[in-house]
């Protein structure tokens, strides 16, 4: 049997030997815009411990806002606020009616966003809008009588509704263009947000990203009726957090804005198109403005602090009031839940936690970083799963009843799930025991994220000593804070100091260091600068100064190197897996990988990790080296999040202590595995990955030993030589171990990796599914290299597409950085035809 039959054979028999599809789906998967965790985290109502949306009372005496997934009523100048609403789902941006009778409000149930309208009088609520969609930002007409909302009912996109009380009829007013633009991160169609009424209840300020490549938007106006005509006002990126509020005095808007900077703020503009101000200045985040009735106040939401907050400025005047609800009255009886992580030997331990009611939904403690995951199975749960991390113990006050905890540590400790009731006015107390699975620094191992994003534009501030918290709760030795743009502004480009931070630990290091962005040849992240950021850290960016495809990504590794900096491809490749005779592909990994440009791979990361694998399997078999490495891409400070921190970790074994320039030495070496939750041990006679193996030529038998623990259940644990499962390993009963020593007979030159892995997914790991890999091994028989002819011209017809789509681009600055990239792929691609030359038989 030829190498091409062997391995489309294994393909077919792991086809039929998998078991149904995993049923872990997006959050609000209704919605059809690209790059959901952007809108997710940044446009849809977050449940946050401290406030995140707020409205007036009609006399400017008391504020509704949001706090922990309820409604919460609070005078102004009180510290006492009164909860309105709890449950069954998560309430969120209220805005109340003109006459003081109702609030409208955003509720997160029946896996839809739906608008609810609650009586303030009785305390009783009732659907508005519950079409099955995403449904938000509803805000009363000046009259009461109609509503402007967002929703995504009408092609799963955004656009504007208004809605008749009375009635209930709604009326989309916002056409659906296809834009025709090459946007890289929105929908091709114009997208409608955020919408505010004129004083006069005739017209509406809105979002709107027509006519714009780049952002959520910038500000329109436009008649309350269906089909009108919108006039632009403003031309800005926003990033889905303007949400602009018109003045009763007509002429003055308020809106979010980070314009030049790295952080949003407060601006005013006026409603006729004049140029902004700023309002506020802080080195955070200020958002959701909304005006007080006589136009003197602004409420605001900051996140100075690191937690949301809400607060108050005068206008004018400066003065800024922070909205303390610093007693709480719930609406029902609640009791008080300790919960007392600790080790084996009983100390208090730093954990993720997770605390779930009998309705399905998340507590967390009143100053904890709420975190939701991003994606559920509808078949266990009514909503994804929350958790906080704490470095001790934590004390929650939920509503008496049943609650779920679970502890995690990271992949080297054994989660613990405990069941508690919770008595009214008692305090219960739960001490939650976590042993370990394994200590792998003891032997030399360090874990590391290679990919996260400390501060990106989410609910939360983020700081180095928060991120190291969170690390160190998640038991993860490094963290790769890669600065990176995102559109105009570059959120932690002032943490660059090209050595660990200070807040680092002689068991916890904070790097910052840098992802290069670009829209055509791929992500990259370069660890270990030690001089500069490289800047500007894109390239590609249709409409901009930056819409060349130079610098090329060989061309930024090159500049990284200079510093001491290592490089490698991140987020790979979701399925299916690149097909050259039909895909544009304008991916440069193969020509990096060819130029000797790739120090590792993120083949466990934001992609899909078999998919990946495959790729990679096909760079080793033409005689590549190339390490196994992995990043979450977790936006550390986002409140609905890929995540956590470390989900997608590498391990690195670099000696009994752990250095910085020694970690990133092993991950460039190739002694690394990769995971989310299987813990792997591979070895032939005794040499370790990354090594190499050299033997004369003949039939030889090596002997493999492998080693499993893993903190879930875990299908197959299988030895891959050349892309082929050549040793399935047998694993414990619950399939959370296994140690073996499995014969392998070699007869010519290969490479071997141990891999761990599941179809469907496991909680607690909050991923596509349990996956693990070693980095190969490498054998050598008889001097011959590693090559597989078929899998050389695989790159050859890649490059190809790569080099068609790069010399019909219109957006070169001069054809001499043109013929500088043409010639680096074609450099490329004859390295990839030199090795389809010869074919030796692969193992």
């Known amino acids: 049997m030829n190498w091409t039959d062997l391995r489309a054979t294994a393909a077919l028999l792991l086809a039929a030997a998998l078991p149904a599809a995993a049923q872990r789906e997006p959050v609000l998967k209704q919605i059809q815009v690209p790059h959901p965790y952007y809108y997710r985290e940044m446009y849809l109502p977050q449940v946050t411990s401290g406030p995140n949306s707020m409205t007036w009372s009609p006399d400017g005496a008391e504020l509704i806002y949001a706090m922990q997934g309820s409604l919460w009523r609070q005078k102004l100048g009180s510290r006492e606020a009164v909860q309105l609403t709890d449950g069954p789902g998560y309430d969120a941006e209220p805005d109340w009616s003109p006459d003081g009778r109702l609030v409208v409000y955003t509720s997160y149930r029946n896996d839809a966003l ?117 006039l632009e006002l403003r031309r800005e990126e926003t990033n889905w957090k303007a949400r602009p509020d018109w003045a ?23 409603a006729d198109g004049g140029d902004p101000f700023q309002l506020t200045y802080c080195d955070c985040d200020h958002t959701w403005p909304r005006w007080s009735p006589d136009g003197r106040r602004v409420a605001f939401v900051s996140n100075e602090g690191g937690n949301p907050s809400l607060r108050v400025v005068t206008i004018p005047g400066g003065a800024v009031e922070t909205v303390t609800a610093a007693t709480r009255r719930y609406r029902g009886p609640t009791g008080v839940l300790r919960i007392d992580p600790i080790d084996g030997a009983g100390h208090p331990l730093a954990v993720r936690l997770s605390v779930t009611g009998a309705d399905g939904r998340g507590w967390a403690p009143d100053t904890a970083w709420r975190h939701a ?117 570059i959120p932690d480009v002032a943490f660059f100091r090209g050595r660990p931070d200070p807040v680092s630990t002689p068991r916890t290091i904070i790097a910052h260091d840098e992802e290069f962005h670009t829209s055509w040849w791929g992500h990259t992240g370069h660890l270990g600068l030690t001089k500069n950021l490289i800047l500007p850290n894109y390239a590609g960016y249709a409409n901009t100064a930056a819409a060349s495809l130079f610098p090329d990504n060989a061309a930024i590794i090159g500049l990284s190197r200079t510093q001491g900096g290592i490089a490698g491809y991140v987020h790979p490749f979701d399925p299916p897996a690149p097909d050259p005779s039909k895909d544009p592909l304008t991916y440069a990994l193969p020509v990096d990988v060819a130029l000797g440009n790739v120090d590792y791979l993120e083949v466990l990361g934001f992609s899909d990790h078999r998919t990946t694998a ?46 910085y320039r020694a970690w990133l030495g092993a991950i460039k070496a190739g002694k690394t595995f990769v995971s989310n939750g299987p813990l792997l041990s591979f070895t032939l006679n005794g040499r370790e990955v990354g090594d190499e193996i050299s033997l004369g030529a003949g039939v030889h038998r090596l002997n493999a030993r492998v080693s499993l623990r893993s903190l879930v259940p875990v299908e197959r644990l299988e030895i891959v030589a050349n892309g082929v499962v050549v040793a399935p390993i047998p694993l414990s009963a619950g399939g959370t171990r296994a140690d073996a020593v499995i014969p392998l007979p070699i007869a010519r030159s290969g490479w071997f990796t141990l891999r761990a892995w599941s179809a469907a997914a496991v909680e607690p790991v909050l991923d596509l599914y349990p996956f693990a890999t070693t980095s190969p091994i490498y054998v050598t028989v008889g001097g011959q290299p590693i090559r597989s002819a078929e899998d050389a011209e695989y790159f050859v017809r890649w490059i190809d597409r790569v080099t068609a789509a790069a010399e019909a681009h219109a957006g070169w600055n001069d054809s001499a950085e043109k013929a500088e990239v043409l010639a680096r792929l074609a450099a490329a691609k004859a390295v990839y035809l030199r090795r389809a030359a010869k074919q030796p038989s692969l193992p």
């Not at 905890?405 to 009731?421: D, F, M, S």
């Not at 996260?452 to 998640?474: D, F, I, T």
């Not at 078999?621 to 590498?650: C, E, K, Q």
């Open 248 to 270: 009763r005095d007509g002429k003055r808007v308020v809106y979010s804005s980070y314009l030049g900077r790295q952080r949003n703020q407060l601006w005013l503009a006026t």
């Open 614 to 659: 495959d790729v990679w399997y096909r760079l080793l078999n033409t005689g590549f080296r190339i390490p196994a490495g992995a990043g979450t891409d977790a936006m550390a400070n986002f409140a609905s999040l890929r995540g956590p921190v470390g989900m997608n970790r590498v391990f690195a074994r670099s000696g009994p202590r752990l250095d």
């Open 373 to 489: 995951d991003d994606a559920f199975d509808r078949r266990s749960r009514a909503f994804e799963m929350t958790y906080f991390h704490t470095g001790g113990p934590a004390t929650l006050t939920v509503p008496a009843g049943t609650y779920a905890i679970q502890a995690t540590k990271g992949l080297e400790y054994a989660p613990v799930t405990r069941t508690v009731t919770v008595a009214a006015g008692k305090t219960t107390t739960a001490a939650v025991r976590l042993g370990r699975l394994l200590d792998l620094p003891a032997r030399g191992w360090w874990s590391g994220d290679l990919h996260v994003h400390m501060n990106y534009g989410g609910s939360y501030k983020n700081e180095p000593a928060h991120l190291r918290a969170q690390a160190e709760a998640e038991d993860l030795h490094v963290v790769e804070n890669l600065i990176v743009n995102k559109e105009q502004r």
């Open 114 to 230: 739906e608008l609810w309208l609650l009586d303030l009088t009785t305390g009783s609520t009732r659907a508005l809008v519950a079409n099955g969609a995403a449904n938000l930002d509803a805000r009363w007409s000046p009259d009461g009588t109609r509503i402007a909302y967002v929703s995504s009912v009408y092609q799963g996109r955004w656009h504007i509704f208004v809605a008749t009380v009375s009635t209930v009829l709604t009326v989309r007013l916002t056409d659906d263009r296809d834009s025709r633009l090459p946007r890289y991160y929105y929908s091709r169609f114009d997208q409608y947000l955020s919408p505010s009424w004129s004083p006069d209840g005739r017209e509406l300020v809105v979002v709107s990203n027509r006519g714009q490549i780049w952002g959520s938007g910038g500000l329109w106006r436009m008649e309350a009726t269906a089909g009108a005509p919108m």
